[in-house]
């Protein structure tokens, strides 16, 4: 069984600060991905970033990296110089490849508000 | 646009009632996921389809569920005999298999109040 885990419903920081998501995850699966997705207010999910589990080197994009311990199955998101436009819902998510479906099991998402 | 597209937006309806909700996926994508988010939940996964047919069904999937995916596009979800617990976001999402690296693309949801 895969699950997923964000311990920070609500997480706050000033603009142009860096914060810290936390995420666990427990797999079964030898081969998996993790992300991170951003559901602003009323709009769709948007993917944040990627994260293969066979790669030692953490994802980046733009402002927005990771730090993947797979030992730990930990993998947070840090985001870096905040904008007001980063606030938002966040989901931790997992995929596992062997079974085929490809479908994502989510954490219960971390609701992020950013102080101007 | 060529986003992942649902219909309608918000749905209130009685107790008892039948609903359906339509997801319109990228147009090359040939994966079509639904999900359904709870207030204070991430999404839980309900179905997916590969093409038209539809490989996998969640347990939260009750037999008044049901959902098809005609030709391989568009996709409905039908709830029959809705319940107070129905209430939720029903999400839709479409993806690549095997040229999408497991990027899902959302739709913007339809919301369900049952009262």
């Known amino acids: 069984a895969q699950t997923v885990t964000q311990s920070q419903p609500e997480m706050s920081v000033q603009e142009a600060e860096t914060v810290t998501l936390s995420c666990t995850y427990d797999t079964s699966e030898s081969d998996y991905y993790l992300f991170w997705y951003k559901q602003p207010p009323s709009r769709q999910m948007i993917l944040v970033i990627r994260?293969?589990?066979?790669?030692?080197q953490n994802a980046t994009e733009n402002r927005f990296s990771v730090n993947f311990q797979k030992a730990a199955k930990s993998f947070s998101l840090k985001i870096s110089d905040s904008q007001l436009g980063d606030a938002a819902m966040y989901f931790c998510?997992?995929?596992?490849?062997?079974?085929?479906?490809?479908?994502?099991?989510f954490g219960k998402g971390t609701k992020l508000t950013v102080n101007p | 646009d060529t986003g992942v597209s649902q219909n309608p937006r918000h749905k209130i309806t009685k107790r008892g009632q039948n609903v359906t909700f339509r997801c319109d996926p990228i147009s090359e994508h040939n994966r079509l996921y639904w999900y359904r988010q709870t207030l204070g939940q991430g999404p839980e996964f309900l179905t997916y389809f590969q093409n038209e047919a539809q490989l996998e069904k969640s347990r939260l999937l009750s037999d008044r569920f049901s959902a098809e995916r005609p030709k391989g596009s568009f996709s409905t979800l039908e709830i029959q005999r809705t319940e107070q617990g129905d209430s939720a976001m029903y999400l839709c999402a479409s993806s690549s298999v095997p040229q999408g690296g497991l990027r899902a693309f959302f739709g913007q949801g339809t919301r369900l109040t049952v009262v």
């Open positions: 994260q293969e589990a066979y790669k030692q």
């Open positions: 998510a997992e995929v596992g490849t062997q079974g085929g479906s490809e479908k994502l099991v």
